[in-house]
């Protein structure tokens, strides 16, 4: 209760300072009829006379019932935001802006629970991110009561910034780095300077479990948000497929809205690469409580990568049911991606001075390869609340991907000019994933101790089927490529390799007192790993059964009402390594990695611009080959400090960027010259920066502009070969209006505006890509 009347009271303060600014204008005739949201309050401004801005995706979708008599100003605001979830605030330098309502009546209960702990957070001012993220089975945080770094970026900011994938949309994060090709078939990154999805298999979580997202690609068709949690995550999330420890990806499907929705796209990608998009959304029967949501999409042509051509089919479907104590969705997701002439990422012999980097439009892959990739999803969720202080939740579902290509291996480079070798191979990989869990979340006091506590158990399985045949060697160069005959290679077949399943239970409670002033978190999540890897006959060659036990503490101090002070201590785990065929104990099994992150860092928020600094290092342990023998004997200690900034740092004008400086470090190495060294791929500097300006004196116009900037980086742990910095620029404009009396929105990008030449992302086992060429994006998107 304490909780609820601070926050109310402040509440209060703050709308009656607003009233008492608004209710200074004298009462007013009105005669404005009921329409879209937007453009009813944009009329509404000008007959007032207030400055009134507002970021346009705050109200798409939503309707206003119009005015009609003699209204003071307040009286007025209060009628045309009815129902719509939003307020107007009025800023410092007099004019007004509309944020979501951050406190409710309806989204707490007496006894501190938080009522459909499921919703999204708010979108915060500027509509790029959002006010909090989930954080795993603890559900969704508010960013100022998380003890953790946890970036949220929203459906708008993917729609501005036309982003196609996962990975177009996290080039807006210092923190977060792609290590895939642009024209690839595979979105890898690394996170904090460690990597995240280069073993693939699903390394993405969807809606906070592992075992659903699509193996290789994350398309944004079917996301309504991107929630990035840095640092290891294995209490939060249980233990990720393929052992990431820098943080962790979550996409949020899209869920059916509170108001009707059909919206249409199209968008042309140089060269000729054309797209369609719909994305409708209904609520159905008695108080609309069933809800349906339809995203599809084609996109097919030529890129602007020589000889490439790619088409992309998309379909998901949501469905739910929001009861008063029983909520429940299914979610249902089938994609494919084929491609002719994808690119690949480039390997480097040892010794070789690497040579500058060829236009990004240059194609060393051969036109005659191709590749298609197929994935389809399911995940089935549901919580109950059996008290007003108890929610159970649970999780179903899985996928299934196949992947099928024709093309040239990673292509090693053999000299300065530029020559390359690779291997043509018929390559065929199918993996099948499955994954179940349960749990709970209980809010009660003890005392002045507010508790909220969640428990969580989980099993997670795939099973892996591969093969290959590879033919001769083909031979190009990277500024000249060379043509060569298709080769004649059969269908492989796609035994299969492996399985692994982890299974965990976890408990975790964050305690609270001084009205939440003080917050502190503390958990353990047990953790089991078994796998199997099989011969081609289908024979165990090598079984493996092992577990740990890791620990979560985080603390949060908020000593003024907008400032936090956070720090946590998080362990990471990894699955042990198998020695390789070529060690002298091949097939030796080695126990689970663990992980070790200490962060600490402050948080600001003024209300319409948010920042933070981060402090943190993260620990872990590898194994390597070293005098013909296997063993984990390597070590990997990243330093680093991250700043952020977004929201709006004046009227009309938005920041969304960071500076993340890292200082990464082989403390520990099999081969004695080698400690000491700069990890593969990790750069001491990685800069964002991101601005939009709304143009004053032409309404509905936005000019948008961004920088990327990456430092060195070496492709090889002996730091003999290294890749020279880099910085993108790009620009673009949009522009929203009425077109019938339909919502319609224009946007138009250049990606790399001076179109330089550079090589960008490694691998952690040193593949590097050639950075975008530039391209033009153009998109329309209509409302009907």
Known sequence: ???????????????????????????????????????????????????????????????????????????????????????????????????????????????????????????????????????????????????????????????????????????????????????GIVDSFFIRGFPVGEGNLGELAFDGVYGVASNYRVFTEYAERIEVVKGPGALLYGMSPNSAVGGVINVVPKRSLDEDLTRYTASYAQDAHVGNRIDISRRFGEERRFGLRFNGGVQQGDTVIDHQDREVDIGALSLDYQGERLRTRLDLIAQEETFDGASRPF??????????????????????GWSRTRDKSVLLSGDYDLTDNLTVFAHAGGGKSAVARLSDQTPTIVNSAGDTSSIPGYYRFEVQRYTVDTGARLRFDTGPVSHSTAVHVSRYRDELSRGIISGAPVLSNIYHPSERPKPSIAK??????????LSGAAIADTLSVLDQRVQVTVGLRKQRIQSNNYDTAGRVTTAYDDGKTTPLFGVVLKPWERVAFYYNYLEGLSKGDVAPSNASNAGEIFAPYVSRQHEVGVKFDDGTFMTSLALFQIQKPSGELAAGRFAVQGEQRNRGLELSVFGEVAQGTRVLGGVTLLDATLTQAGIAANKGNTPVGVPKVQANLWAEWDMPWVEGLTLTSGAIHTGNQYVDQANTQQLGPWTRIDAGARYSTRIAERPTTFRATVQNVFDREYWSGVASYGAFSQGSPRTLLLSATVDF
């Not at 879209?36 to 798409?60: D, N």
């Not at 690497?354 to 005659?368: F, H, K, L, Y």
């Open 1 to 183: 209760m304490l909780v609820i009347r601070s926050a109310l009271f402040s509440l209060a303060l703050t709308s009656t300072a607003m009233a008492a600014q608004l209710d200074a204008v004298a009462v007013r005739a009105y005669q404005i009829a009921p329409g879209p949201l937007g453009a009813t309050l944009s009329r509404f401004a000008v007959e007032a006379g207030i400055a009134l801005s507002f970021v346009p995706a705050l109200t798409e979708g939503l309707t206003s019932p119009g005015l009609t008599g003699n209204y003071s100003t307040q009286e007025a605001v209060t009628r045309l935001l009815a129902d719509s979830g939003l307020e107007m605030v009025l800023r410092s330098d007099g004019s007004y802006t509309l944020v979501q309502r951050r406190v409710t009546l309806e989204d707490i209960t007496v006894g501190g629970l938080e009522q459909h702990t499921d919703s999204l957070p708010p979108v915060y001012s500027g509509g790029q991110v959002a006010t909090g993220g989930r954080l795993g089975m603890l559900g969704n945080t508010d960013v100022m009561d998380a003890p953790f770094s946890v970036s949220t970026y929203t459906a708008a900011l993917i729609k501005d910034q036309q982003a196609i994938t996962v990975g177009d949309l996290l080039e807006r994060d210092s923190s977060v780095r792609s290590t895939g090709q642009t024209g």
């Open 492 to 501: 492989p077949d796609a035994p299969k390799v492996s399985a692994t399943e």
């Open 347 to 368: 390997l480097i012999a040892t010794g070789v001075k690497i040579p500058d980097a060829a236009n990004g439009r240059t194609n060393v892959s051969q036109d005659w």
